[in-house]
């Protein structure tokens, strides 16, 4: 598709011209984001890969800011926090800001992947774009772990203690691996440091791993709600205006709630232990990582051993790598698996009842219900994914895009 | 700088181990009952501090809980921005002196700037743990930020104090709660190394509201409510403009991307 259309665009003007003849950025985006054609059927769940890049700009503008006011040092950084919310002119903003991005950027992301789930869109020719999905996904969890630790707050501390410790769990070299993490004996300055580090290379990498996922995506051209694939122009549109103006609209909706939270409850998604300097005598009643994570820390506390619990957990996104091949039907959209459909649902509500197992202190109840919630979550993936396409039978797909709109219309 | 080896793995086992029984013991604590909810004025999207309040308090942090807590993220000139005058200020501060160099490097004793943060009541941890039966007061420039439900758990403690005799016999065992022992009604675990900071009359306020108890408390909660948040009024302005703006912002692109699609529909 993206290849389908013809002759170069002509520039007007000169200096335009004589850039894009030595080397063609403007050709490229008039080609990708102007012409590119676009099925013409999209409903708002394709607003969030524009509302994830526009988080990820974000808080890489926002974390440049702090990082010119941030002190990387077990004595100095949690005041060097504080002072860029006290003393920095607008520092408080930036932090705001970083602080729920990072929450916000997590929202946009899951809606995403969820959106690739429910239509299909992992599957052929788009195995590649997902994989590159799931390698954003896990470089953003590593870059959120690691920004957590940075204001050196108990949950800072004690968090990056607990995540730390589960490499001890690798037989024979598990030891060794953690104190390499570590730079020393213990969670402490060296690892603040390298922390730092690398909380401000990855996102750099992410934009990379981005740009990849875009270049895989503009082969073959989106998914769209219907799961089948454009037949001619009458199925697509060009994405500017047609999309460049649903995404700006789709962009500030969400910006408006998330400004919610940034400006009248900037500290409700956090925890109020990380206002309490690390201190590695006293140990918080609940350790807790950050709410994005909760799902997989509660799958990491299901398996009653440890090496067990970490195979569990990594294993969790690991499914998600070979998706495309996991599930046996030949639909795409669940629009039209009315089977599926559901099981799709319900594995939305199992990985909340993983989040809210995972916000629970491991007692009682919440440990069955999670042990339970993480069983239900593998066979999602192992046993129903692959055994419902072979029996489902799904619903009769519609001859085009453009035919599922104009009846849409009609009714 | 080096350290050997034995002697790091000592340290980081006597870190572990002492974690692990001060972790059990907290988590042993749970149970506690939530503070009652009080109206701040400093709450929702348009809550602002109450100046007189803060002022208040501010006599009462400096008169009753400087003793003890430091709040070393604030300086004294900090103060202005609760509506005292810069003057004003520099009388606050006038009885107080502060540890500093000289320019040969000897330390002298001069009087505080308002450019100073507030003077520590103690050199360091180990000393304030010393003065206080083994338990260092903690800083209190962010206690609002960092306690489960804020500025209520701060009133809370300060008023949630139940005297000996007034406790059942049950709570005592159940609590293994000594004579001299201070039982908190909201303190996880109840027995707290701070002994009742405030009762009626603690104070004399110079704007001649009536010193009780809860007035003390809700005042000083005021404070340091504004003490862990200095900038928050102008958060909420701030936010309000933001939002209405997106929200016009959004509305025009919502106009803009109907007009686009008017083709298509
Ligand atoms: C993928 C994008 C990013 C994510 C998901 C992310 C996430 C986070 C998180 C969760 C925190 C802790 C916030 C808190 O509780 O205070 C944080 C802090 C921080 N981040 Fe990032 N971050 C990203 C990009 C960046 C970049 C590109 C930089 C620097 C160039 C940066 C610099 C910092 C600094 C200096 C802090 C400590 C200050 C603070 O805690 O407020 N971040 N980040």
Avoid at chain 1, 16 to 32: G, N, Q
Avoid at chain 2, 3 to 32: D, E, W, Y
Wanted: a neutral charge; hydrophobic letters at 45%.
């Amino acid at each position: 598709m993206a290849s389908s259309h013809g002759t170069p665009p002509v520039f007007n003007n000169k200096v335009v011209a004589w850039i894009d003849h030595r080397l063609p950025i403007f050709s490229y985006i008039e080609k990708e984001y102007h012409t590119f054609p676009t099925p013409r059927n999209f409903n708002y769940f394709w607003n969030f890969g524009a509302i994830a890049t526009v988080m990820l700009v974000l808080m890489i503008a926002t974390g440049i800011v702090l990082a010119t006011n941030y002190t990387p040092h077990v004595l100095m950084a949690f005041d060097s926090v504080e002072r860029i919310d006290r003393d920095v002119p607008q520092g408080w903003l930036i932090r705001d800001l970083h602080m729920n991005g990072a929450s916000f950027f997590f929202i946009a992301v899951y809606i995403h992947i969820f959106r690739g789930m429910y239509y299909g869109s992992y599957k052929a020719p788009r195995e590649l774009l997902w994989i590159l999905g799931v390698v954003i996904f896990l470089l953003m969890m590593a870059t959120a772990f690691m920004g957590y630790v940075l204001p050196w707050g108990q949950m800072s501390f004690w968090g990056a203690t607990v995540i730390t410790n589960l490499f001890s769990a690798i037989p024979i070299v598990g030891e060794s691996i953690v104190t390499w993490l570590w730079g020393g004996f213990a969670v402490d300055n060296p690892t603040l440091n390298r922390f730092f580090a690398l909380h401000y290379l990855l996102p750099f990498i992410i934009v990379g791993v981005v740009a990849l996922h875009v270049v895989a995506l503009h082969v073959h051209g989106s998914n769209n709600p219907t799961g089948i694939d454009p037949k001619g122009p009458q199925d697509t549109v060009p994405f500017h205006p047609y999309y460049t103006m649903k995404d700006g609209f789709g962009v500030m909706v969400f910006l408006i709630v998330y400004a919610g939270f940034v400006f009248f409850a900037p500290d409700y998604l956090g925890h109020p232990d990380n206002y309490i300097p690390a201190d590695p005598l006293v140990t918080p009643a609940h350790i807790v990582p950050e709410w994005y994570f909760l799902p997989f820390y509660a799958i990491l506390r299901a398996i009653p051993d440890k090496l067990g619990g970490v195979l569990a957990m990594f294993g969790a996104i690991a499914v998600l790598f070979i998706l495309p091949w996991l599930d046996t039907s030949r639909v795409r959209s669940c629009t039209f698996r009315p089977i599926y459909k559901w099981f799709m649902m319900f594995l939305v509500v199992d990985v909340i009842v993983l989040g809210i197992c995972g916000s629970k202190p491991p007692e009682g109840f919440w440990v069955p219900l999670s042990q339970l919630a993480t069983l239900y979550y593998f066979a999602h993936f192992l046993v129903v994914l692959p055994i419902l396409g072979k029996i489902e039978r799904p619903l009769p797909l519609p001859p085009s895009i453009a035919d599922s709109v104009l009846k849409k219309k009609a009714v | 700088m080096r350290k050997p080896f034995a002697r790091n793995l000592l340290v980081s086992g006597a870190i572990a181990l002492a974690s692990f029984t001060v972790g059990t013991v907290a988590i042993a604590a749970g149970g506690t009952e939530h503070p009652p909810h009080r109206h701040w004025h400093f709450q929702g999207p348009f809550g602002t501090f109450d100046r007189a309040a803060a002022q208040r308090g501010f006599q009462v942090y400096q008169e009753v809980c400087a003793a003890c807590h430091s709040l070393s993220l604030v300086a004294y000139r900090n103060l202005t921005e609760l509506g005292l005058t810069e003057n004003q200020v520099k009388g606050l501060i006038k009885d107080i002196t502060v540890t500093d160099l000289n320019d040969e490097g000897a330390p002298v004793d001069r009087p505080a700037r308002p450019s100073d943060r507030f003077k520590k009541p103690f050199p360091n941890q180990a000393a304030a743990a010393a003065a206080n039966n083994g338990k260092a007061p903690p800083d209190l420039s962010v206690i609002v930020k960092a306690r489960e439900y804020g500025p209520d758990y701060i009133y809370g403690i300060l008023t949630g104090y139940v005297p000996y005799d007034k406790l059942t016999p049950a709570q005592i065992k159940e609590f293994d709660v000594k004579k001299d022992d201070n039982f908190n009604k909201y303190f996880p675990g109840h027995k707290i190394a701070m002994a009742p900071p405030l009762s009626d009359d603690k104070v004399t306020y110079a704007d001649g509201t009536k010193a009780t108890l809860d007035q003390e408390a809700a005042d000083v909660t005021e404070f340091l409510a504004w003490a862990s948040e200095p900038h928050m009024e102008d958060r909420k302005r701030t936010g309000v403009r933001v939002i209405l703006f997106l929200i016009a912002l959004a509305g025009m692109m919502y106009a803009v991307k109907r007009m686009v699609w008017a083709d298509k529909h």
